[in-house]
């Protein structure tokens, strides 16, 4: 089944390198925001799906940060089954919240963490029918590998470089298998180095321990035990890359940036990608071809925005004339 995902846009810099003082790298953007809802879990989502439906399940379900549960709720409505979502409470965007209810998943928060849903969906996925969708679901991963064939079937070839934010760990682990796989199946000359982010308040792979109360602005990265912990420093190690982590801080700061440099609005833990690529841009050889993966749409959430943009924001109406609008405007020379 499918509802039009995958096949997104792969987007170059013109703008953004200068700005960080690299104007010698190519870069691009994969922008799988522009995925039927949202965000890279549909590309996984799609096949999960179609397995649970063709195995006989009676029903999907999943924990969620926020995109996983909208886009299986999506899928699962397109399946015909019953779509179960557990989330921790107050740490969803209110748009993946709103999709999730809206395309009829039953929806429960918990008062706990991801880690805590997880747990929770694995044993209730064991006393019946039901499969989860999450990551765990060895179908999620192999269908998120085809954006790394994407790039390659962009690019020519491989990038020099991958970028990209760290959650559970799934994708950085699904694009390491895609890349490879490019490289065994010829349409690659050679594979990227693995250059994943964690945010700091969540960084259990960074720090080599599991954090109990992960902490971070990026919800959709707040996780504190990565279920593709040990396939992620494979990717890494093999790659000779590197798992670093970014602060809150320098998220927003790359997160604003990209819209005001590219007119690329992504979601704040996307940016984790180009806050890592910031952070670490010293160590891109010079004519590099570096690709940042921005994983899910800035449209989901649209509260930080108005947090981080609070002092520009002053929209109480004027009196609709040209003199006050010049003034207002700065217009008036
Ligand atoms: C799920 C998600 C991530 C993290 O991906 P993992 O596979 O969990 O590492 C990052 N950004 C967005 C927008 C996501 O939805």
Do not use: H
């Amino acid at each position: 089944m499918t509802l039009g995902e995958g096949g997104t846009p792969l987007v170059r810099a013109e703008n953004l390198p200068a700005k960080i003082g690299r104007p010698d790298i190519e870069l691009y953007f994969k922008l799988e925001g522009l995925n039927p809802t949202g965000s890279f879990k549909d590309r996984g989502m799609t096949l999960a799906m179609s397995k649970a439906k063709e195995e006989g399940a009676e029903a999907v379900i999943c924990a969620s940060t926020g995109n996983t549960s909208a886009s299986a709720a999506a899928f699962a409505t397109k399946a015909g089954l019953p779509c179960y979502v557990i989330l921790p409470s107050g740490k969803v965007a209110a748009g993946k919240l709103a999709q999730a209810i809206f395309y009829g998943a039953k929806v429960v928060q918990i008062d706990g963490n991801f880690d805590q849903a997880l747990d929770l969906v694995r044993a209730l996925a064991a006393e019946g029918n039901i499969t989860i969708v999450n990551s765990i679901n060895p179908y999620r991963l192999e269908g998120q590998k085809t954006a790394a064939l994407e790039v390659i079937e962009k690019l020519g070839n491989a990038p020099d470089y991958l970028f990209i934010p760290v959650g559970n760990a799934g994708n950085i682990s699904a694009y390491w298998r895609g890349f490879k796989l490019g490289k065994s199946i010829g349409t690659a000359k050679k594979t990227p180095r693995m250059f994943g982010f964690e945010a700091e308040g969540s960084a259990a792979i960074v720090r080599g321990v599991v954090i109990e109360n992960p902490e971070t602005i990026a919800t959709a990265i707040r996780i504190g035990n990565p279920a593709s912990w040990k396939e992620a420093e494979a990717a890494r190690d093999e790659s000779q890359g590197k798992i670093g982590c970014v602060t809150d801080e320098e998220i927003l700061s790359a997160y604003k940036l990209v819209a005001r440099t590219e007119g690329i609005f992504c979601e704040p833990s996307s940016a984790a990608s180009l806050a890592g690529l910031i952070k670490y841009s010293r160590e891109i050889e010079k004519g590099a071809k570096v690709v940042a993966v921005l994983t899910g749409n800035g449209l989901k959430d649209p509260n930080t925005p108005i947090e981080v943009c609070k002092d520009e924001l002053d929209l109480k109406p004027v009196e609709p004339s040209v003199k006050t609008l010049k003034a207002v405007m700065g217009l008036c020379k």
